[in-house]
């Protein structure tokens, strides 16, 4: 009996989905964006109505916004919940993620920071400002040559920034002056 419940079931699945889909003449099938020519729910056209593409304002943005002042006033476990709140917002906002591992960096949790690492690879890719703060992360953990290399592919890709030149020097004086406790 439940056999043709289900069977039924798909067939409805699949006319819905298949009313959603329309071809551009070529055989590509698009789902997103409506023709010129079609009417909303409304009656009116789709014509001046902005699709996710055009959209200015991500709910993230106000936290990461947030997180950034709190950073920069060396408030790292504030800043540290405000960029995880980004990241709840918006999961795939690699900047969230990045301004997250730095945050836990400052306040010594490299554990969660190397999450958010790999997490903000994944989606801004190899971009100086990952190598930068990827290497600034190994420096705290006293770790001189992942610093070094991840330092050096930062230089590779943005040679004039002077935040990376910056930790070169910060990085060549931690070699000279070795500190004990």
């Known amino acids: 009996m439940k056999r043709p419940i289900r069977l039924v ?29 079609d009417y909303t729910a409304f009656g009116d056209t ?20 947030e997180a950034k002042t709190q950073f920069r006033s060396e408030n790292y476990g504030n800043a540290g919940a ?18 997250l591992a730095a945050s836990c960096d400052r306040i010594r949790r490299f554990d969660l920071a190397d999450m958010a690492y790999g997490r903000a690879y994944k989606l801004l890719g190899a971009t100086p ?6 290497g600034y992360s190994y420096l705290l953990r006293g770790k001189l040559q992942e610093a070094r290399s991840n330092f050096l592919k930062a230089y590779e890709l943005a040679p004039n920034d002077p935040t990376v030149a910056n930790n070169l020097k910060l990085l060549s004086s931690s070699v000279r002056n070795i500190e004990r406790s």
């Open 46 to 65: 789709f014509d001046g109505l902005k699709t996710v593409s055009d959209v200015d304002y991500y709910a993230s943005d106000q936290a990461i916004t």
């Open 129 to 134: 400002e990952y190598y930068n703060n990827l």
């Open 9 to 37: 079931a798909a067939a409805v699945l699949m006319a819905a989905l298949a009313g959603c889909q329309s071809t551009d003449g070529i055989g590509v099938v698009r789902t997103n964006e409506p023709d010129k020519g």
């Open 82 to 99: 405000l960029f995880y709140k980004a990241t709840r917002l918006a999961p795939n906002d690699g900047v969230a993620w990045l301004g």
